[in-house]
């Protein structure tokens, strides 16, 4: 993995839309697949600058809270649905999302995948990392040889996941998500890590090689992938 660093938010988050201009103007129809939480915010906001024509692009869902509808405010859903699929004039027909209250989260984890594979695979990812190294809700100790599963939450997590949330939702236990499988085989990745309260996680993914003690080590594994930090971030 490849790290990159930009005085601000603002200049990392413009690579990461110069990343998929150059990738739409190639492949219209890409398969990409978005981070939901707010270090993704500026990136959204580049992209919109941009102008990027998003009309026949696909898109997958990289994760969402068990339990927690779309129309949940806090949700992986709601997140995207107002800060970008509103926005950027996706069609709808092109939105794979997981389903958070499906009876059988196994059955839609292996239909994330069968949409995957029928959709060509993801062409771009944009990826945080948690305060502990996850990625997506790939939590510490989870196997790389994963793909989309249910993911019961590291104690870090669901201390952090209220603050998306109003003061009456119920705590938080499980999580669906694509798993660190599918991020080794999506063909373009970018981890964006912005804020002074990073710093610490990022000086040990960048000291550490890949274990599953922190997950976001895994992307150490692809030599083309792109750690988008900004000063802050870089402890700079």
């Not at 059988?104 to 990812?125: H, V």
């Not at 939702?169 to 970018?190: C, E, H, S, Y």
Request: charged share 20%; hydrophobic share 50%; net charge negative.
């Amino acid at each position: 993995m490849k790290k990159l660093v930009f005085d601000t938010a603002e200049l990392a988050a413009g690579h990461a839309a110069d990343t998929v201009a150059a990738l739409l103007a190639e492949k219209p129809g890409a398969v990409l697949c978005l981070a939901a939480g707010h270090t993704s915010l500026p990136v959204f906001e580049a992209f919109f600058r941009r102008g990027l024509d998003f009309s026949r692009a696909r898109f997958i869902g990289l994760d969402e809270w068990v339990g927690v509808g779309p129309e949940v405010e806090g949700s992986c859903a709601s997140f995207l649905e107002r800060n970008f699929f509103s926005k950027a004039g996706v069609r709808r027909e092109n939105i794979r999302l997981f389903d958070a209250l499906a009876p059988d989260p196994d059955a839609e984890c292996a239909a994330m995948e069968r949409q995957i594979e029928d959709w060509g695979g993801i062409n771009y990812l944009l990826l945080g990392m948690g305060m502990n190294g996850h990625l997506a809700l790939n939590e510490p100790g989870g196997s790389f040889e994963r793909t989309a599963h249910v993911a019961e939450l590291s104690e870090t997590t669901k201390t952090v996941a209220p603050k998306y949330f109003s003061a009456d939702m119920p705590p938080l236990r499980q999580g669906i998500t694509l798993g660190v499988a599918d991020f080794l085989r999506a063909r373009r990745v970018q981890l964006a890590v912005f804020g002074a309260a990073k710093a610490p996680i990022v000086a040990r993914l960048l000291e550490a090689a890949p274990t599953t003690d922190l997950p976001a080590t895994a992307l150490h594994l692809l030599p083309d992938a792109e750690l988008l930090l900004d000063a802050a971030a870089a402890g700079a």
